[in-house]
């Protein structure tokens, strides 16, 4: 199993950003897919996900603002990013999605990630 992430960068408050994963070594579109978070000195968070049929979940703090989307011939999970904040400033990683357990998956799975930074 491998998930890439790209798409981050520097963007300033009310930018937008688009992050991409690629996975291989997966039947990609029997899986949820989710999108993480870990900011410094903080716990990675579920920051959304969705699942086989394209059900969507979102984090209170990013609801209205992030819209994931996949694109299973691409084996791929998006994000995009609206009216960034400096507290969304985090490595972002992709990772499997669980609709019943919310949170970030205990595997070997994270990849490196890709850092988006929101500052002014």
């Known amino acids: 199993v491998q998930l890439v992430e790209s798409g981050g960068g520097f963007v300033q408050p009310g930018g937008s950003l688009r992050l991409s994963c690629a996975a291989s070594?997966?039947?990609?579109?029997?899986?949820?897919m989710g999108w993480y978070r870990q900011a410094p000195g903080k716990q990675r968070e579920l920051v959304a996900g969705?699942?086989?049929?394209?059900?969507?979940y979102y984090a209170d703090s990013v609801k209205g603002r992030f819209t994931i989307s996949r694109d299973n011939a691409k084996n791929t999970v998006y994000l995009q990013m609206n009216v960034l904040k400096p507290e969304d400033t985090a490595v972002y990683y992709c990772?499997?999605?669980?609709?019943?357990?919310?949170?970030?998956?205990?595997?070997?799975?994270w990849g490196q990630g890709t850092q988006v930074t929101v500052s002014s």
């Open positions: 070594g997966i039947i990609f579109s029997i899986n949820g």
């Open positions: 990772n499997f999605y669980l609709d019943f357990r919310p949170r970030p998956p205990v595997n070997d799975y």
């Open positions: 969705i699942t086989s049929n394209a059900t969507a």
